[in-house]
């Protein structure tokens, strides 16, 4: 039986967990915060069917997530309106 060498670690490169300092985004949060902010939430409601196919096919055509079609035509709604 071959035992295959394993590379040697420096001690520097390993962190103890818990210890690690990651740096802060441009407007200082923590990566733990980003994370947190990033959890999708569930969006449940009903539509027609005919909607929901019209809703697929368009974020197919234009190769966007379901969530960036939502997004998007949320933006243009407030833009439409002066709220944002």
């Known amino acids: 039986m071959v035992k295959k060498k ?3 670690l420096s001690a520097s490169l390993v962190a103890v967990k818990g210890t690690a300092n990651a ?3 441009a407007i200082g949060r923590q990566p733990a915060q ?3 902010a990033s959890l999708p939430t569930p ?15 368009r974020a197919a055509e234009a190769d ?7 997004r998007e035509a ?8 002066g709220i944002r």
Do not use: G, H, S, Y
Request: aromatic share 10%; charged share 40%.
């Open 6 to 8: 394993t590379a040697d």
């Open 23 to 25: 740096a802060p985004d």
């Open 34 to 36: 980003l994370v947190a």
């Open 43 to 57: 969006l449940n409601f009903k539509v027609d069917p005919d909607f929901r196919r019209r809703f697929r096919q």
């Open 64 to 70: 966007l997530k379901l969530i960036e079609l939502l």
């Open 74 to 81: 949320l933006e243009a709604w407030e833009e439409k309106r």
